[in-house]
């Protein structure tokens, strides 16, 4: 089954470090990957995706994430955080006729 | 203008009642879904909807009832409402099933 998971409930970073949000995936086939993020009292925003190609895939707000299919993982990073990054984000997986989300990783940054 | 739309924003009513939500995308998209978001954040998907057909329709309820009058309309109809429905509740739209999911601003109902 498509699956995806999110090790981490919560990550906490201070501001201008790099951060790192983990996702590893279970799939079959060539897996379709995808990051949102949730901020409070919103819908989900979608920030990348990794259908094919390059590894490292650029996103909005200055995300990224890197394709890695021999430790089938798909982090999320970004070179430095801001405050304005302190959200939830989930990882997801396409699956045939729909997408699965992971749990979540809530990311605290820290002034 | 938004891009997908939900209303109310926010639903308080009680046990037993009947209540809908609407959902409304003006991107073009054929495939619209609603998910349900539990108080821990967990997305849980409900039911999918392409070209204005069923096409997922995971383990839930046979009180929660999708409606697709158009390709740009997919609403939620909840008969006989009970206090574990209670979450927030998310439309969103895609183009094509593989593609990313826009989502609305969601419905937080409320069952007492």
């Known amino acids: 089954a498509q699956s995806v998971a999110q090790p981490e409930d919560q990550v906490n970073v201070a501001e201008g470090n790099p951060l790192t949000v983990k996702c590893t995936y279970s799939?079959?086939?060539?897996?379709?990957l995808f990051w949102y993020v949730q901020y409070p009292n919103r819908g989900l925003q979608f920030l990348l995706k990794?259908?094919?190609?390059?590894?490292l895939v650029k996103g909005s707000y200055g995300f990224e994430a890197e394709f890695n299919k021999s430790q089938t993982s798909f982090h999320l990073k970004k070179p430095s955080a801001l405050v304005s990054d302190s959200a939830l984000y989930f990882c997801?997986?396409?699956?045939?006729?729909?997408?699965?989300f992971g749990a979540g990783t809530r990311l605290t940054v820290k002034p | 203008d938004t891009a997908v739309s939900q209303t109310p924003k926010y639903l308080v009513t009680q046990m037993g009642n009947d209540k809908s939500i609407k959902c409304e995308q003006n991107?073009?998209?054929?495939?619209m879904y609603w998910y349900k978001q539990d108080s821990k954040k967990f997305l849980k998907i409900m039911f999918s909807?392409?070209?204005?057909?069923?096409?997922i329709n995971e383990t839930v309820p046979n009180r929660f009832s999708p409606k697709s009058p158009d390709k740009a309309h997919l609403n939620l109809h909840i008969n006989s409402l009970e206090l574990g429905d209670s979450a927030v509740y998310f439309c969103?739209?895609?183009?094509?099933?593989?593609?990313?999911?826009?989502f609305g601003p969601g419905t937080r109902l409320t069952v007492t």
């Open positions: 990794y259908i094919t190609g390059d590894n």
């Open positions: 799939v079959s086939g060539n897996p379709y």
């Open positions: 991107l073009g998209h054929d495939t």
């Open positions: 997801a997986v396409r699956r045939i006729n729909d997408m699965r």
């Open positions: 969103a739209s895609s183009q094509k099933v593989t593609y990313e999911q826009y």
């Open positions: 909807y392409n070209n204005k057909e069923l096409i």
